[in-house]
């Protein structure tokens, strides 16, 4: 008699990688076949580029519980990740669009080619809105290749928190964690020497890590993307002088990398730094100019073990994935995410298009900072 097959479910991480992202791949897996031990769950490595690569080096087939054991309190994914740029139409200014287009079919070709091959219902994809489109691209050119249709859930894994459609992602609350751990350990040394320091922490185009950091953490001004009042360079030197006359012996001010970009001055964290070095009104109330150093965390905040909350949150999601990508109802592609305390679905296409979500003028987290930061003409 032959084995009865259940479903065959395929999943994937793709793009930065982040804490969690394994827990994620663990409960889809162990959903998928608590439902139906017939189930089969194949795992594509080194994310988008594993599933669009030689298929027979890159990809576990019908793996068993052994495969995923012991992976939950590990940083980074086990089955690794990856980007492909060429799956995005071509960017504004590309020098050989042709190039670009026939690279972008071809790789398309290969991962429809491999999908179809392993036969899968269909794919979990664990990553950012960029994953989210790239897979949603090779889906529907596999529908329109063979006609059929192929599941595709997406699970928000970014430490960014730039998922528009949920309120956490996988990663975000490690990163947090990491950031602030960094902030503590800076403010020791910073202290001990009455000195000022601008840490850049990561975020792309979004502040969101670079906010709750600096809240958490106690800064004295926090600069993000989204708001430039918040990297005018004159109005940040205020506060930084207000806390010096609040005789603060350490002055840390959060940058959100994305700065570098939205001020168009990719050296603006340097520029502060002589501003504060040379400005005379502190020397003048310190007796010596305000020593600042520049410190970049980068990707030691993207590491280490997940905390317990982006475990739970991946664990959740990951189960409510497994269900959908088991449904018998065949749906458009989805995005398993977080609102409040509930799980909620959103059609991929609508994510994708209102990503990345961004830090709004209006937004509670930036109100908070506001009343928190040292401003200007601190009164108390
Ligand atoms: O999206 C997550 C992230 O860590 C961003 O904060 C950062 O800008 C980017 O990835 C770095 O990407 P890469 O790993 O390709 O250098």
């Given at each position: 008699m032959s084995k009865?097959?259940?479903?065959?479910?395929?999943?994937?991480?793709?793009?930065?990688?982040?804490p969690g992202m394994n827990a994620a791949v663990r409960a889809?897996?162990?959903?998928?076949?608590?439902?139906?031990?017939?189930?089969?769950?194949?795992?594509?490595?080194?994310?988008?580029?594993?599933?669009?690569?030689?298929?027979?080096?890159?990809?576990?087939?019908?793996?068993?519980?052994?495969?995923?054991?012991?992976?939950?309190?590990?940083?980074?994914?086990?089955i690794g990740t990856g980007r492909i740029p060429e799956l995005k139409p071509a960017p504004p200014g590309c020098e050989d669009v042709a190039l670009w287009e026939r690279k972008r079919k071809e790789i398309t070709d290969v991962a429809v080619v491999n999908l179809r091959q392993l036969g899968l219902d269909s794919v979990v994809v664990v990553g950012g809105d960029g994953?989210?489109?790239?897979?949603?691209?090779?889906?529907?050119?596999?529908?329109?290749?063979y006609g059929e249709p192929l599941g595709l859930v997406g699970l928000p894994g970014t430490i960014d928190n730039d998922?528009?459609?949920?309120?956490?992602?996988?990663?975000?609350?490690?990163?947090?964690n990491n950031s602030v751990a960094a902030l503590r350990n800076l403010r020791d040394t910073i202290e001990s020497h009455r000195r000022c320091a601008i840490l850049e922490l990561m975020g792309n185009s979004s502040g969101w890590i670079a906010l709750a950091a600096g809240i958490a953490g106690g800064a004295t001004t926090i600069m993000i993307p989204e708001r430039p009042e918040s990297y005018d360079l004159q109005l940040v030197l205020a506060r930084v002088r207000a806390a010096v006359r609040l005789a603060y012996r350490s002055i840390i001010i959060v940058m959100a990398e994305g700065v570098k970009k939205a001020s168009g001055r990719p050296r603006v964290a340097e520029e502060l730094r002589a501003l504060i070095e040379g400005d005379p009104e502190i020397i003048d109330a310190l007796g010596r100019p305000l020593e600042t150093r520049i410190n970049i965390i980068g990707y030691i905040a993207r590491g280490g073990s997940p905390s317990a909350r982006d475990n739970l949150i991946a664990s959740q999601l990951g189960c409510a994935a497994a269900d959908l990508a088991l449904s018998d109802v065949a749906h458009a592609p989805m995005?398993?995410?977080?609102?409040?305390?509930?799980v909620v679905l959103v059609p991929m296409r609508e994510v994708i298009a209102r990503s990345p979500r961004l830090v709004e003028a209006s937004s509670p987290l930036w109100a908070t900072a506001e009343s928190l930061l040292v401003s200007a003409d601190q009164s108390f």
């Open positions: 009865k097959r259940g479903k065959r479910v395929g999943i994937l991480t793709s793009g930065g990688d982040a889809v897996f162990r959903r998928v076949k608590d439902l139906d031990p017939h189930n089969e769950v194949v795992l594509f490595k080194e994310g988008l580029n594993g599933l669009a690569g030689r298929l027979e080096v890159n990809y576990l087939g019908n793996i068993e519980r052994e495969a995923i054991r012991g992976i939950i309190h590990k940083g980074g994914t086990f994953s989210f489109n790239g897979m949603s691209h090779i889906i529907a050119a596999y529908e329109e290749r998922i528009w459609g949920t309120e956490d992602t996988i990663g975000f609350d490690t990163a947090l995005m398993v995410g977080t609102q409040g305390a509930s």
